[in-house]
């Protein structure tokens, strides 16, 4: 079977997809798999690093970009459109996924003009733009929270979870090796995140405290990198600095303790491989979909949130002090994220797709 993945843009929507990918190249050694993306998206900087080939399309995302994003958005939808059809043609799909992002629309919907069959994933639990419009189409539609379902006709909707790459669940049946230090990661998504940090860059004299009793790995983005690692240098304290973390799942199979936002992505990988989190949601984010994520990881005993208009180094220094001299509190962390983890998402979202090709051939 032929599969194409279409979207991408940002982390949240292109790791989903690698996670589906994995799944259905693992089902057979025949299988193939070929993305649809932007120049300007995450995709286009890593998709050749994990192995997969990419075609890219001509098209950008309009809300709320003002009247000259709009003319401009609205004039390469059919260039878009026609862009699509022709990698459909070259590559003779069975069956086109959109993983959200701006590049899934104009693939899928050219899939359906082709009577190919479709699905989209939604990870958040307020669906975006392009995955309201494109769920009228699709044959199938996979969510990973189940109030998402109102969302979109229900007879389409399949609750299967956020996939994620195996590798993250590698951590859940391998023995923890035995360290003298904690080790924290810190990342903001894969463009970084100013707030997040802002605020350990304040910490860091309180964080002096225990530098001999933790290590850290941060991912900054590339703005702001050279100064992240100017303040860990000053202060004296062991860091791992980097504006992209490519092996993300071996960062996280070392980790004890994980500080990001609020994604759902990230909170699906989290969750997969057991750890335990400090949340800092995005406050932008549309419809909140980010404070609702780290609430419902919370309210699960989770993670521990902390508001951006709260955040400070000192509060900060305060929550990550707190949970890493308590070993009983880190380990009930790990416990309830452990059962939120959701490891055969792949695997259900791979099952249905090729049960809804053999039901359409």
């Known amino acids: 079977m032929r599969m194409i993945i279409a979207g991408g843009g940002t982390g949240g929507h292109l790791f989903p997809g690698i996670a589906i990918a994995e799944e259905f190249l693992k089902r057979n050694e025949k299988n193939k798999v070929l993305f649809i993306g932007t120049k300007r998206g995450i995709e286009s900087r890593l998709l050749d690093k994990f192995g997969y ?23 390469q939808i059919p260039k878009s459109l026609w862009q699509s059809a022709r990698i459909l043609k070259q590559f003779q799909p069975d069956i086109v996924f959109g993983v959200g992002g701006y590049a899934s629309g104009p693939a899928v919907l050219a899939a359906y003009l082709m009577n190919i069959p479709t699905a989209i994933a939604e990870q958040n639990a307020a669906p975006g733009v392009t995955n309201k ?60 995140a100013e707030a997040i940090n ?11 405290s225990m530098k001999d009793r933790i290590r850290i790995v941060h991912q900054t983005g590339l703005k702001q990198m050279e100064e992240v690692k100017k303040a860990y240098r000053q202060s004296g304290i062991e860091a791992v600095v980097t504006d992209f973390i490519i092996d993300m799942s071996g960062a996280y199979a070392q980790a004890d303790l994980i500080i990001c936002r609020a994604g ?22 549309a419809n909140d979909h980010q ?52 490891v055969e998402a792949a695997a259900t979202i791979v099952d249905v797709s090729v049960q809804l090709v053999t039901k359409k051939n």
């Open 133 to 192: 419009i494109l769920g009228r189409f699709v044959d199938k539609i996979f969510i990973t929270y189940a109030q998402t379902q109102n969302c979109f006709p229900k007879k389409k909707v399949v609750l299967s979870g956020n996939p994620v790459r195996a590798s993250f669940a590698v951590e859940r049946i391998q023995a923890k090796e035995k360290k003298n230090c904690r080790q924290l990661l810190i990342f903001g998504g894969s463009q970084g």
């Open 264 to 285: 759902a992505t990230s909170l699906a990988e989290i969750t997969v491989a057991g750890k335990a989190a400090v949340l800092i949601p995005y406050p932008w984010a």
């Open 291 to 342: 404070l609702k994520n780290a609430l419902a990881m919370s309210d699960a005993g989770a993670a521990v949130v902390i508001i951006e208009k709260e955040l400070s180094g000192e509060k900060l220094f305060g929550v990550i002090d707190n949970i890493l001299r308590d070993g009983e509190k880190l380990r009930r962390l790990e416990e309830n994220s452990a059962r939120l983890g959701k």
């Open 198 to 208: 802002k605020s350990v860059m304040e910490m860091l004299p309180q964080l002096q």
């Open 53 to 75: 080939e990419l075609k890219k399309i001509d098209v950008e995302g309009v809300k709320g970009r003002g009247m000259k994003a709009l003319i401009k958005g609205a004039y």
